[in-house]
């Protein structure tokens, strides 16, 4: 199906490759089922392949059935970010063994700790790689170049630091099936928890080089970074870093924001021409406001059924929307309850939401832009289901490469070997 309308600015048009329905792309998503003692999560994680055209292989009125390729418990508020074929486990916070010990009114303990999994050997199960350097609880996590892991920020509701007595915790192993913890590991950063101010002694960013296997410290932004009135994304050609801190000049009363950008390259923070620009009313801010980059151009799901974009070099924000999807992807009962994305290739996304407890729904559409309106038309491809047991809300949607249709054949042979 072709899209109507123009290839969106700032991105080239598809070449034959990347337009043929023989390139399939891998996608993975994180499934939480529910609490376990204190706190804990149980946990699964589903990998499906989808076709860049839209076309699926289905036999007859069979649903396909997916299965988890990972389940297990692990603690809450950790952030996932896949760099090849690995799946990257960031920090979060300790988790307190029953709910007798658990305590409201206590700050929690963030960790530093950072584990992989890698999804084509699963069973190998999480693995530590070098902890970072400073705790940080559902950082924003991106790969910049393919092959350098960057977190940001993490730490916006507590500080400052207030340290811990010697025996705050004891030397008790956590058992889980993820990692064990050991208090005495280091967990905490210097034996401090964080408070519930905004942190001014910890570095905002830190970057994880897999071959050096080391984390390395960013410099901060120019100005205060507002605990919860940022945007925070990946840019690429050339590779970079955005940063929009929101403010509000003069007497005016809309939201703006000053922006820049790190320059992966070299090391260097710059201002974005025409820096201090208006905000659209319904941007999401903070750790809820985490968009999806494409080229130069930042996508934000919204609760009301509507896709915001913003395209940096324009300055333009344009609207969608996505009703053209059904009513299964959006919940009017739990406006919260709202559909994962991806990006598969220039104009073509991908959605996945749950439709039932034993059903996912995947959507496969285009996307256009009409400049003049300032809207997204949406267009759908192809509309997928799947089967599976005890479907729950998808809380991370991450892809994790393209390949061709013969490789995956390839991959399932071996498989059922």
């Known amino acids: 199906m072709e899209m109507e309308g123009s290839t969106m600015p700032g991105l080239s048009r598809p070449s034959s490759d990347d337009s043929s329905p023989s390139i399939c792309y891998d996608i993975v998503f994180h499934m939480p089922i529910g609490a376990v003692g204190g706190e804990a999560v149980h946990s699964r994680w589903y990998k499906i392949t989808v076709h860049a055209g839209g076309s699926q292989e289905v036999d007859g009125e069979k649903l396909q059935m997916i299965s988890p390729f ?82 940001w920020d993490g730490h916006y509701c507590c500080f400052p630091p207030v340290r811990l007595e010697d025996n705050a915790f004891d030397d008790e192993v956590f058992n889980d099936p993820i990692i064990n ?47 919860d009135g940022f945007i925070i994304a990946a840019l690429e050609n050339p590779d970079r870093i955005l940063v929009a801190s929101s403010c509000f000049p003069g007497d005016s009363d809309h939201r703006w924001a000053d922006f820049y950008t790190y320059d992966v390259g070299d090391g260097c923070w710059r201002e974005l021409e025409r820096h201090q620009r208006k905000l659209h009313r319904h941007c999401p801010l903070g750790w809820c406001g985490k968009p999806l980059t494409v080229a130069n151009t930042l996508y934000w799901l919204l609760h009301n059924a509507r896709l915001l974009a913003y395209d940096l070099e324009l300055d333009v924000w344009f609207l969608g929307n996505l009703s053209v999807l059904g009513n299964s992807f959006f919940n009017e009962d739990d406006p919260s309850f709202i559909p994962s994305f ?18 996912l729904h995947c959507s496969i559409v285009d996307v256009s832009r009409k400049l003049k309106e300032r809207r997204l038309d949406i267009t759908v491809v192809c509309l997928l289901e799947y089967k599976m047991d005890h479907a729950t809300r998808i809380s991370d949607c991450l892809l994790l490469g393209k390949q061709s249709r013969n490789e995956v054949q390839i991959r399932e042979e071996a498989k059922q070997e």
């Not at 570095?203 to 080089?209: H, I």
């Open 70 to 151: 990972w389940k297990g418990n692990h603690h809450q508020d950790y952030s996932f970010a896949t760099l090849g074929s690995d799946l990257y486990c960031v920090g979060g916070h300790r988790c307190y063994r029953s709910v007798a010990e658990y305590d409201s009114d206590s700050p929690l303990p963030f960790v530093r700790n950072v584990y992989k999994l890698d999804i084509n050997h699963p069973d190998n199960n999480w693995v530590p790689v070098p902890k970072m350097i400073c705790p940080r609880l559902q950082p924003h996590t991106f790969v910049i170049g393919g092959n350098k892991l960057f977190v």
């Open 342 to 359: 991806v990006h598969l290739d220039n104009h073509r996304f991908c959605f996945l939401q749950r439709a039932s407890d034993s059903c």
């Open 181 to 227: 913890y050991s208090s005495s590991d280091d967990e905490l950063f210097d034996g401090f928890v964080m408070d519930y101010t905004f942190p001014t002694t910890i570095p905002d960013a830190e970057v994880f080089d897999p071959i050096l296997n080391e984390w390395e410290v960013l410099p901060d932004p120019p100005g205060r970074m507002p605990y």
